[in-house]
Structures are given as structure tokens and as C-alpha cells.
């Protein structure tokens, strides 16, 4: 039997999302980088297996405006980062569309495409001053992404898009920063596949959308789950009539609500892998309880935690 893959993607970036210059820490960067080289050997030692995982360093324009230098966070934990990469880990990309609004303070804006084109054109190139390498996986940030992005992403170099969050309403940025007069929309991801695949419009034969893993929902009251289903259904053309929510480690769930969301979504067959997103170890103690949920899982059955590469391969191998 292939072991089922996981892959942990942990973003890099400020403590808080949009953060003021006496506030603009990033010092759980560090906790995750220190706190994830002790869960490897828990987690080789239960598997009997390798673990990689996945590090998405924020180099855009907003760290840039922030710290002076878009690199400051990459620089600050190279070694780390470098150490990481020895033990097969991948380095990649978190890219935000966050910019200064008038009278002061930050706002998302994802409504100038050409903007957030050039704001991932310049943090492919800033991956490359820092670890002279091409980037080849990349994480748009806000639960966001388009076309045209996705071709960029391409453009750059990259062969693994993590951005999708299978499940996901359109909701717009000024409802997701109340008060900041953000711009654009998250759009419908309500259909996104459960497996990786390779996009049309990415027309790069070695490149992989890689979706974030989900379940079917039952966290909500049920006539939240009934109308949220209905929207999927009707989204999908009925190809998908049960509503879905990704899955999230940092999240805090109530008394048996992660095993079940996990069994959820395990069980269900159609989901070859966990592909899971991080933001930066904000909250450890409840990343600390998903790992220890997904190592009981894995003294059932092989499990491998893996970079995007490996990930993409036994995924595929399951399907």
C-alpha cells in the first residue's frame, strides 16, 4: 500500500495580518521553524518514514514597505531555512496584495490584477537574490487567486500552486478587513478539486495545482449546511452537493470535532491527501493536537509527510 501523503504548508510572515510599526513582529516565524525540527523526529519516528514539509516565506511589496528590505524575514532565518531544505524540506513563496491605503494603515487589493502580477514577479526575484535558486512552489496569501495569477506563477518558474482552499465561498476583501477599504474579491472555490491537477491555464505540462485538503461540513447548524449545499450545488452544476470546509490546523475545535472532521474526511474516499496550510504557528498548542490527531491515523495505515513533488506523485498514484 502507498502511504497516504501529507503535506504541511507553513507560511512565513508578520504575527498579525495587517500589522502597524510598532506591532510588526514575525517572531512565530521563528517558533514554527524551531518548533517543527523537533515534531520531524516524533513524527520519523512514528511513521518510519522521512518527513519533509513546507516553508512559504512572504518577499513581497508589503514586507518591503514594512521592514525596508521584502527579504528581511527569508534573511533573518536562512540558516533555519537552509537546514530545513537539507533535510528535503521545500522553500517557497507567500505572496500578499497588501498596500497603503489613504490616511494611513494597510489594505488588501486584489482588484489591480496587474499590480498582484508584478508584486509575484518581484518576490520570485527576490527568492532568487536570497537563495539563489528558482522558487517552484508558491502560495497566494487571503485565500485568493485567478487566471491570470496562475499563469504568472507559471511564468515565474513555478511547478506547485498551493493557493486553492477547496470549499471556499466568494467573499470580498472589505468584509475579510472590516474597515480598511480593501479591494477585490475572494472568488468561488467551491468546486476546486479534491486532488492535485494540472490546470488549463497554466499550459505547462510539469505544472501542478496542488488544493488544499477539506470535509464535508457538519461544524455548522443544520440549516447553515443545508444552504451552504445548496449554494455548492448549484455552483457546481450538482457536481458537488454537499458543502465543504477546509481543513485547518490551527483551528480550535471543540471536543471531538477534529477526529470526526478528520475521519470526514479520510473516509469519504475522494481525497488522496492532506494538503494543510499553516499561518505561521500562531497558535501552537492547536497545531500540537492536529499532528498528534494525524499520528494516530498514521499508526493505522502508512502515512508520509512529504514535499509538494512527493505529494503530487502518491496522490496520484492513489487516484
Not at 77 to 104: N, S, T, W
Not at 149 to 162: N, Q, S, T
Not at 227 to 235: M, R
Request: proline content about 7%; some cysteine; aromatic content about 10%.
Amino acid at each position: 500500500m502507498n502511504p497516504f501523503p501529507i503535506h504541511f504548508a507553513i507560511d512565513l510572515e508578520p504575527d498579525k495580518r495587517l500589522p502597524e510599526d510598532s506591532d510588526k513582529t514575525f517572531d512565530n516565524a521563528g517558533v514554527a521553524l524551531e518548533r517543527m525540527a523537533i515534531w520531524r523526529d516524533r513524527i520519523e519516528a512514528v511513521t518510519g518514514a522521512p518527513a519533509q514539509f513546507g516553508w512559504y516565506v512572504r518577499m513581497d511589496r508589503h514586507i518591503g514597505a514594512l521592514y525596508g528590505d521584502p527579504c528581511t524575514i527569508a534573511k533573518r532565518y536562512k540558516p533555519l531555512l537552509d537546514e530545513a531544505a537539507r533535510a528535503g524540506d521545500e522553500i517557497g513563496l507567500h505572496i500578499h496584495a497588501i498596500e497603503r491605503r489613504p490616511g494611513g494603515g494597510w489594505r488588501a487589493n486584489y482588484a489591480d490584477e496587474f499590480a498582484v502580477c508584478e508584486t509575484v514577479s518581484e518576490s520570485f526575484a527576490n527568492f532568487k537574490t536570497v537563495f539563489g535558486r528558482n522558487c517552484i512552489s508558491a502560495r497566494m496569501g487571503d485565500m485568493w487567486t485567478s487566471e491570470a495569477c496562475m499563469r504568472k506563477i507559471v511564468e515565474c518558474g513555478a511547478r506547485y500552486d498551493l493557493s486553492l482552499e477547496t470549499g471556499r465561498c466568494p467573499k470580498a476583501m472589505a468584509a475579510l478587513y472590516p474597515g480598511t477599504g480593501s479591494k477585490g474579491w475572494r472568488p468561488s472555490m467551491v468546486g476546486a478539486p479534491l486532488t492535485p491537477f494540472q490546470p488549463d491555464e497554466a499550459s505547462e505540462p510539469g505544472f501542478w495545482a496542488v488544493p488544499l485538503a477539506s470535509h464535508p461540513r457538519r461544524d455548522s447548524p443544520l440549516l447553515r449546511v443545508l444552504v451552504l449545499s445548496a449554494y455548492s450545488a448549484a455552483a457546481t452544476g450538482f457536481r458537488r452537493i454537499r458543502a465543504r470546509k477546509t481543513l485547518r490546523p490551527q483551528e480550535h475545535y471543540q471536543p471531538g470535532e477534529l477526529q470526526a472532521s478528520l475521519n470526514a474526511a479520510i473516509n469519504e474516499g475522494k481525497q488522496p491527501g492532506f494538503c494543510l496550510a499553516i499561518r505561521n504557528y500562531d497558535d501552537a498548542a492547536q497545531t500540537d493536537n492536529f499532528i498528534e490527531a494525524l499520528l494516530n491515523f498514521a499508526r493505522e495505515r502508512p502515512v508520509k509527510f512529504c514535499a509538494p513533488a512527493e505529494y503530487v506523485r502518491l496522490a496520484m498514484a492513489a487516484g
